[in-house]
């Protein structure tokens, strides 16, 4: 039975056969329903301080907690001490207990397989490492490490199983505690202390109202030791040019006598306040009931897979890590977190990523939710563009997210025929929506003469591509914007369709608000000097016509600008030429001047190449469907598809955060996976690519 709970095995690793700073940028990430998270290397050493094998959600699914950062794990043998952990210090791995790992694999949790073949002379204590002819012998000790992220609670459970012990051993676990933002790191100065609530170690912070971490481990005893740790070493918020050493606090260590096979459970629960009976809970959490739970959820999302295809049903399980609930009222709405480690629901990324992560994968009451959610936040005729990262509040500077919003909505009404909610619940707000924008809305959103949205100022960052620094717009992309105004005139196109049948005077309103804006869109964008269309015209009239993205929507929305065949395919090759990498489309072509083929460093040069060269992924999906439209879904067309969404499925199970898809890419070859390492709208348009294909 424990066998078959390990479920659809996600990714898989031969430490031995890496070498060490290759394995250190091989990730993995396990989520529950609330945000919290756990997450680390495939060595267990972390490398992000958003690392942690437990990252608690106490305002789900946000201000969240990482409060357990790591374990100093250590097996005593008559031969020695020996270090399973791995942990880094200024120049160096200390210990460095990845030799002892042999494999890891994640499925429903993730597992490390440790071995350690120790000979040793009789009689000396001593390893052995001189030829002698005294009796040897060798001590061979196996055990698996699984971590597993409860589903409905803050609480990581980590499972020893000893499955090879022939002689006796002591087994040491150190646990090691931020308790701090997950977006800081912590000093030593920090007011952390603890208590004992039984058998149970409580964690705090000296200070009125501090949340706590519960530690349990009911077949080891604990031992008061209480101690800093300094100087973590970071690497990654290192390359990014970001405080990257941490001191971290241990209030003791678990010991135990371990003679023959054992399993031995640590538990670790993050919650706001002192319960008396927290070890009563505790003591009630089985492990095999836990892996159970996971299987069973594992099976019922694989089970709502269109394909039966190890590759297809991986990529719901990553669609499925975004999927949580926000605790809005007392109630909990489905919403959709960006990206992990450190987004949370972002409306544009949600609207982009509702299709591909929740109609495509037959989540049809959660999409439900998604969107009405984000329509009861909707104010002034907007949808929000995000939630704060620690309360409720909803802040609206994007002009594209509302229209994203009404495309979402078309799409569920189309998976899913619920006239209901879409007429009561979505359609008011979609209305609501045009007509301020008709009008004028906040941030200078307004149609202009010409029917064309035009959007913001010099000081405002409203599109997707909104990096911005000390007051430094690198994408000033205010006016007219190209792909704002294809999804303008696809969002009149749907309502006038769907009032075609239901309201001759709406849908006549409509069809010639999208004939004006058709015809306004051909003249102003199409470029016929360069065979492309402008990206943006700026109020003062200055056309900008680098090649970037943007214009893929004009082809791949359900309702395109009557642009003409010829003309839609000159866009694709234009795109396929100087953008198409193997990841995604670069944010701007190589021969630009401002190209930045890097993303590395502070954040200033990091926001500068956000969209000057970066490659994303989530574009893959806009440009597959262009290019399966204008070749009329071909098979050929399927198979070249194929070909080039392949690098993006090995990356989903090889690289950067196995199991996931990152958010960004090196402008330059060979491409590194950057910025968060899970990224929702990656994962969605791959998912709806593969679905476009394989239809």
Known sequence: ??????????????????????????????????????????????????????????????????????????????????????????????????????????????????????????????????????????????????????????????????????????????????????????????????????????????????????????????????????NFVYRNDRERGQNYTEDLWTPGFFKCRIESPAEIVFLANLSLSVLNNKQEQLNLIDISAVEEDLYKHQSDVTAAAKFDDRSFKVLCLAADQFIVKRQLNRHHRTTILAGFPWFVDWGRDAFIALPGLLLL?????????????????????????????????????????????????????????????????????????????????????????????????????????????????????YGKAVEVNALWYNALCLLAQFYGERNSEDAKQYKLMAEQVGRAFCNLFWNEAVGYLNDCILPNGFVDNSIRPNQIFAVSLPFSPPLSLQQQKSILDCIQKELLTPYGLRTLNVRNFNYKGTYTGPQRLRDEAYHQGTVWPYLIGPFVEAYLKVNEFSRQSKKTAADIIAPLMQHLTEDACLGQVSEIFNGDAPHKPKGCFAQAWSVAEVLRAYHLINS
């Open 1 to 230: 039975m424990l066998q078959k709970a390990k479920g659809l095995k996600i990714a898989s690793i031969s430490i031995c056969d890496n070498p060490i700073d290759e394995l250190l940028t091989k990730e993995w990430l396990l989520t529950n329903e609330y945000g919290s998270y756990a997450s680390s290397t495939v060595i267990g050493c972390n490398a992000r301080g958003y690392h942690g094998l437990l990252v608690g959600s106490l305002n789900p699914p946000v201000n969240r907690i990482m409060a357990l950062s790591n374990c100093l794990e250590i097996i005593i043998l008559p031969a020695g001490v020996f270090n399973l952990s791995t942990f880094e210090f200024p120049d160096k791995l200390v210990p460095a207990g990845f030799g002892y790992i042999r494999h890891f694999h994640q499925d429903i949790g993730v597992h490390f397989d440790y071995e350690l073949n120790v000979a040793h002379t009789a009689g000396d204590g001593h390893v052995s490492s001189q030829p002698s002819f005294q009796k040897k012998h060798t001590s061979l000790i196996k055990l698996t490490k699984s971590v597993y992220l409860l589903r409905e609670e803050s609480t990581v459970a980590i499972r020893y199983n000893f499955t090879g012990v022939n002689e006796p051993v002591e087994f040491i676990l150190r646990p090691f505690v931020g308790l701090r933002d997950f977006h800081s790191l912590q000093r030593a100065y920090a007011t952390l202390c603890s208590s004992r609530l039984g058998d149970v170690v409580s964690v705090h912070h000296n200070i009125p109202g501090s949340c706590e971490l519960y530690l349990h481990c009911p077949a080891m005893r604990f031992e008061d030791d209480k101690q800093w740790w300094f």
């Open 361 to 477: 994968t037959n989540r049809y009451d959660e999409a439900k939710s998604v969107l009405t959610t984000f329509a009861h936040a909707a104010n002034e005729g907007m949808i929000p563009n995000r939630f704060d990262d620690r309360s409720n509040t909803a802040y609206f500077n994007s002009v594209d997210a509302s229209l994203w919003f009404i495309n979402a909505g078309f799409q569920y009404l189309h998976f899913t025929g619920d006239s209901k909610t879409f007429t009561q619940e979505l359609l008011p707000i979609i209305r609501w929506i045009v007509d301020s924008y008709q009008k004028g809305t906040h941030f200078n959103i307004y149609a202009d003469v010409d029917g064309l949205i035009s959007a913001g100022d010099k000081n405002t960052q409203l599109t997707w591509m909104d990096a911005k620094y000390e007051g430094v717009a690198f994408t000033p992309r």
